[in-house]
């Protein structure tokens, strides 16, 4: 049988599509009754959450960009977001290529195609999927779009995903507009060549942890004076900083033995390979070792600043917020994250609060040491 173009583009593109919710859309922050439909809809679909995969077994460097993991442009109704990392691995097939994947999935592409030390990738991933996924199908989007238009089946355009604003995404990324300014998960020329500008100015042309440091304080007072809407709270106060020096730790080629406050430094063109084409360089190895936000301490030292907004739509009007937490050792983090999940969902039900729980159990994993678990919905 032959099917006609929009009908295969809706079959075939869109895998995870269930009859006018697709199964990796979020349910946060829907009306209870909305809430329950979804469930309904979604019911047979459900699954019970599996542990998160351990560490990977062989940490050392590697060549990523291999024959098995070629770089492939994009198929109609794949999905891409704000995270260049994610992308990439989208877009070389560590990832299912179609941007939808459960956290067992991402834990495993990050480890092993970039060498994310496993705390990180645990804790980001499912804070990702605690805010932005669909707990019933256990499924995350990478960016959130749908390309999709039409009224057959009914679906809105955007499906939640890392491309929802003000949970996870947030403002003052190297690469991508505030949310205000529009169009957040695309990639922005004009930021990216502020980001050439300070690597010349501070780093002889490289990206560096002093380059780091001067353009995340230069990001922030950007959109300090021209975003009236700027929110620079928990959690993006932290994955902002954590970002600048992601930059850092694991897009720089693994053969590179440096470390971050060794003089480790990022080209222009390998930059612009992630961030903008989602695509390891040619014969890229991964880190050399597992690691992640290396350096983030300094990169924060060298312009102190605490978490706050632009008050009342106001440019040049940021107020710092003390309920906010600042700091990267403690445990505000994980419980500011809980308090945003019981916002999202108040008053979840069956399979739903049962997965809340069990994914909450995990987000707590690396705070288990120094935190008290915090119970929302109780235990099992
Ligand atoms: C472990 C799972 C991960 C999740 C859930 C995640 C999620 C995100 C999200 C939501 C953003 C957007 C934040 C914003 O700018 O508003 C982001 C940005 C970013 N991510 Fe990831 N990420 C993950 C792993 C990685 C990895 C492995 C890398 C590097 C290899 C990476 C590098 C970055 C960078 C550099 C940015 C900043 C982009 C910019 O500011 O233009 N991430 N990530
Ligand atoms: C990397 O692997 C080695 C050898 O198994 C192990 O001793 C080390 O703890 C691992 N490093 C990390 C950060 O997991
Ligand atoms: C790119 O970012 C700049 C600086 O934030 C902003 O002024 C501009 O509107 C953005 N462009 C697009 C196409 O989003
Ligand atoms: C404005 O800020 C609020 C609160 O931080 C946020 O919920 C909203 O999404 C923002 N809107 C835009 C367009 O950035
Ligand atoms: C970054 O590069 C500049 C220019 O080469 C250099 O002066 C600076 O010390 C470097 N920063 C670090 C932390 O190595
Ligand atoms: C890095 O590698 C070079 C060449 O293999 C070696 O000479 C140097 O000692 C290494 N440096 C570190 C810090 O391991």
Redo the contacts with the bound molecule.
């Keep these: 049988m032959r099917l006609n173009q929009p009908l295969a583009f809706l079959f075939l593109s869109i895998p995870h599509l269930c009859r006018g919710f697709p199964s990796y859309q979020s349910l946060a922050g829907l009306s209870e009754r909305d809430q329950d439909a979804a469930m309904e809809k979604l019911s047979g679909k459900a699954v019970y959450p599996p542990s998160p995969p351990g560490p990977i077994v062989f940490n050392g460097t590697k060549l990523v960009h291999d024959e098995d993991h070629p770089w492939k442009p994009l198929r109609k109704g794949d999905i891409r977001g704000p995270c260049p990392g994610l992308n990439t691995l989208a877009s070389h097939g560590y990832l299912p290529r179609d941007g939808v994947a459960t956290p067992a999935q991402i834990i495993t592409a990050v480890q092993e195609g970039f060498n994310m030390v496993h705390g990180a990738a645990v804790t980001a991933t499912y804070a990702a999927l605690l805010v932005d996924g669909n707990l019933l199908t256990n499924l995350l989007s990478i960016g959130g779009k749908t390309k999709r238009t039409g009224p057959d089946p009914p679906a809105p355009a955007i499906v939640g995903g890392l491309n929802t604003h003000d949970v996870f995404e947030g403002d003052a990324s190297m690469t991508r507009a505030d949310a205000f300014f529009g169009d957040i998960p695309s990639f922005n020329q004009t930021l990216f060549d502020q980001l050439v500008e300070f690597s010349n100015r501070?780093?002889?042309g490289?990206y560096?942890?002093?380059?780091a440091a001067e353009y995340r304080y230069h990001l922030i007072q950007q959109s300090i004076a021209t975003n009236p809407n700027f929110s620079f709270v928990s959690p993006r106060y932290f994955t902002a900083y954590g970002e600048s020096a992601f930059t850092l730790n694991l897009f720089v080629d693994g053969r590179d033995n440096t470390t971050?406050?060794?003089?480790?430094?990022l080209d222009m063109d390998t930059a612009l390979s992630f961030f903008r084409d989602s695509r390891f360089p040619p014969d890229f190895h991964r880190a050399s070792r597992p690691t992640g936000t290396d350096g983030v301490r300094e990169i924060m030292a060298a312009y102190p600043f605490k978490p706050g907004r632009n008050l009342d739509g106001k440019i040049n009007n940021y107020i710092e917020d003390p309920t906010s937490p600042s700091d990267f050792g403690g445990c505000g983090l994980y419980e500011n994250l809980v308090e945003k999940v019981v916002a999202l969902y108040p008053n979840p039900k069956g399979v739903l609060r049962r997965n809340l729980i069990i994914n909450l159990r995990f987000f707590y994993g690396v705070f288990a040491s120094r935190c008290e678990e915090a119970l929302p919905y109780g235990k099992l």
């Design positions: 501070y780093g002889d490289y560096n942890l002093t380059v971050v406050l060794g003089g480790r430094r």
